[in-house]
């Protein structure tokens, strides 16, 4: 068949390129190359901290047990997370996620009894969201991230779903502190930590994916909500190396001085 082997050639050089576009090394390059040209931070661990990493996420195990309360913001389709924190800590996980594809796939299997699913989303204030399915390459619409800001294309696909501040998630489920939060949920992590600075609540552990690309003036909304952060006491002790948006924080408040 004419030019047969060239297109051959070719399919296979698109495959290999495509999984080496996978790799950790070409993950770390093209999040170096973004911070040469403005377009991610550079943030660094302030801490020494020996953590493991579960479904992406690293976090302090030691600090975790059955009786810990873990709150997972954004599941998707992929709670790796979740389940492997169980296993390895027997903590209770409350995962929350409002977009319908998710609430499908959580509810298709078995789960652990410590895990604990809500259909809520997180916001900077009580009451309802829309959240618009994100625009993959191609044009597609994807069926389980969604942002707050709704693309060309996406505009006419929002759904009107309940949201909760961190404090009222709190209250309903009768929590009185949260040992652990993660927080994955494409943009809307910026009201949620203004909100949740502006309460008395101080999760021991937060990790959070900043979605700065996602919202305007990102990169300066991600830096002032970690300077906010660390002025009440969160150290980053973890920036995956791959991305660096996905970073783990360690509250250490400052003990209070005695004396002038």
């Keep these: ?7 051959y050639t070719q399919t296979m ?7 080496f576009e996978t790799t950790p090394g070409y993950q770390r390059l093209k999040v170096r190359l973004k ?39 954004g599941v ?3 709670i790796d997370f979740d389940l492997a924190l169980i ?3 027997q903590s209770n996980v409350y995962a929350f996620d409002p ?14 009894r410590q895990f604990h699913f809500q259909a809520w989303a997180a916001a900077g204030d009580d009451g309802t969201l829309t959240l618009y399915p994100r625009v993959l390459r191609g044009g597609k619409l994807s069926e389980m991230m969604y942002t707050l800001v709704p ?39 910026f009201d949620v930590l203004d909100d949740l600075l502006e309460s008395s609540i101080r999760p021991g552990q937060l990790l959070v994916e900043f979605h700065h ?28 190396a791959e991305t660096g948006r996905e970073v783990s924080f360690l509250h250490q408040p400052q003990e209070p001085r005695s004396g002038p």
């Design 13 to 19: 050089a698109l495959a290999a390129w495509k999984r």
């Design 87 to 89: 296993k390895r800590c």
């Design 99 to 112: 977009t319908p594809s998710s609430q499908s796939f959580v509810g298709q299997d078995d789960r652990p």
């Design 151 to 189: 693309e060309h294309s996406s505009g006419d696909s929002g759904v009107e779903v309940p949201a909760y501040t961190i404090g009222t998630l709190v209250e309903k489920l009768g929590h009185s502190r949260i040992d652990l939060l993660k927080m994955d949920i494409e943009g809307a992590e």
């Design 213 to 240: 690309r996602f919202v305007e003036n990102g990169l300066q909304r991600t830096t002032d909500v970690i300077a906010r952060l660390q002025s009440e006491g969160y150290r980053m002790f973890s920036v995956c």
């Design 76 to 78: 998707g389709d992929n």
């Design 35 to 73: 911070r040469l040209v403005g377009q991610e931070l550079r943030l660094a661990p302030e801490l020494d901290i020996e953590c493991v990493v579960d479904g992406g996420w690293a976090y302090d195990a030691s600090l975790l047990g059955e009786f810990s309360i873990v709150y997972s913001l």
């Design 1 to 7: 068949m004419e030019n047969g082997p060239f297109v």
